[in-house]
């Protein structure tokens, strides 16, 4: 799969690593595997750039949910389907990242549009 490392960004007291990946929406990763510290992958086949933000946003603040155990699930179920759940948290923690993230990110993006 094609992708592009973004960079690696602070949020609270924990580094992401940002990349931009082939196809639509997102994904996060604990521990990726290959890395120490977590990564977040954006499909970067949008039209618009707001787009891309548009899902990290919600990347991001899933993230934080998760990592803050601000994800509430309302249902008892054995499955856990992530459409059940309920986020109940302040948005603030993933500013310092957008804000040092967005150039690179547009950057990226224009360069993927370019070399496609």
């Not at 109940?88 to 804000?99: K, P, Y």
Request: hydrophobic fraction near 40%; charged fraction near 30%; aromatic fraction near 14%.
């Amino acid at each position: 799969m094609k992708q592009i490392t973004v960079g690696t960004y602070k949020m609270g007291y924990e580094k992401i690593e940002l990349v931009i990946r082939e196809g639509l929406g997102g994904e996060f990763y604990f521990l990726p595997g290959d890395i120490n510290y977590p990564r977040i992958k954006i499909g970067a086949d949008q039209d618009d750039f707001w787009r891309i933000i548009d899902v990290l946003i919600h990347e991001l603040s899933e993230f934080a949910s998760a990592r803050l155990g601000c994800r509430y699930n309302p249902e008892d179920t054995v499955g856990k389907d992530h459409h059940a759940y309920t986020f109940i948290m302040s948005n603030a923690m993933i500013a310092d990242f957008i804000c040092r993230a967005w150039s690179d990110i547009e950057k990226a993006w224009k360069l993927w549009k370019i070399v496609k």
